[in-house]
């Protein structure tokens, strides 16, 4: 999958389906997604192939990969898988493979290992290494503003130098930062290195916005509308 924009906009990937919309990892969630317009469907899956972030609860009866496939594969939207457990990349490139989506997926986590293990097993899926590791939800929780403020800009500034390393540990497609550690360098250095920049996770019409103006090729919201509704008004920079 080509994640790379030129004059477009930048692709809208809805998080966890929409999780501002609907129960987050859910079907639903997914329907939302797509009925709110956005580029890519994103969603997690852990161990057994289970839709859900570690450390979150569960429905009763969690869709499962297969489920989630079979309800995008016919609609022609993207696809984000993001894995949250280590061992599952054969499986899930298996079912990649026989949902024939391979064209149309990207497959994101923070471990440049997990992402080699993916390589050459789900035909032409995309590989988005994720900086940092979203432990715990982190990007679910609003930071304090001062924090933001003092810490994110001195992150920035050291981040083409993370970059620079994340981008050799490869082989990827893109990096997936953290909305607040994104930034003109940054961008530059990673289509210079023929790669793509998915922003996570930006939740204000503010941050849409910032982040369309560096050049990011794509944005992750829990609300994908809203997004849209945002670079729309762009017309298109």
């Known amino acids: 999958m080509n994640l790379r924009h030129t004059d477009a906009r930048p692709l809208v990937?809805?998080?966890?389906?929409?999780?501002?919309?609907?129960?987050?990892?859910?079907?639903?969630?997914?329907?939302?997604?797509?009925?709110?317009?956005?580029?890519?469907?994103?969603?997690?899956?852990?161990?057994?192939?289970?839709l859900g972030h570690p450390g979150e609860a569960l429905d009763d009866e969690p869709p499962a990969l297969d489920d989630a496939l079979g309800y995008l594969a016919p609609l022609g939207v993207g696809i984000h898988i993001d894995l949250k457990a280590r061992g599952i990349e054969p499986e899930v490139a298996a079912?990649?493979?026989?949902?024939?989506?391979?064209?149309?997926?990207?497959?994101?986590?923070?471990?440049?290992?997990?992402?080699?293990?993916?390589?050459?097993?789900?035909?032409?899926?995309?590989?988005?290494?994720t900086y940092p590791q979203d432990r715990h939800g982190a990007s679910q929780v609003p930071w304090p503003g001062p924090v933001i403020r003092a810490s994110a800009a001195a992150l920035r500034s050291a981040m083409p130098v993370r970059a620079r390393l994340l981008l050799a540990a490869g082989?990827?497609?893109?990096?997936?930062?953290?909305?607040?550690?994104?930034?003109?360098?940054?961008?530059?250095?990673?289509?210079?290195?023929?790669?793509?920049?998915?922003?996570?996770?930006?939740?204000?019409?503010?941050?849409?916005?910032?982040?369309?103006?560096?050049?990011?090729?794509?944005?992750?919201?829990?609300?994908?509308?809203?997004?849209?509704?945002?670079?729309?008004?762009?017309?298109?920079?």
């Open 95 to 129: 079912a990649i493979r026989r949902h024939g989506v391979g064209d149309r997926v990207v497959v994101s986590s923070p471990s440049p290992a997990a992402l080699r293990r993916m390589a050459g097993g789900a035909g032409e899926a995309a590989r988005a290494l």
């Open 171 to 237: 082989p990827i497609e893109a990096l997936s930062l953290h909305h607040a550690l994104v930034s003109a360098p940054v961008v530059r250095l990673a289509h210079g290195r023929g790669a793509a920049v998915i922003a996570w996770t930006a939740n204000t019409p503010a941050s849409v916005e910032r982040l369309a103006r560096l050049g990011v090729d794509a944005i992750v919201s829990d609300d994908p509308g809203m997004a849209l509704g945002v670079l729309a008004t762009l017309n298109w920079l």
């Open 13 to 50: 990937i809805g998080h966890r389906g929409a999780a501002s919309v609907a129960p987050p990892n859910t079907l639903p969630g997914l329907e939302a997604a797509v009925a709110a317009g956005a580029d890519l469907v994103e969603f997690d899956v852990g161990l057994g192939l289970i």
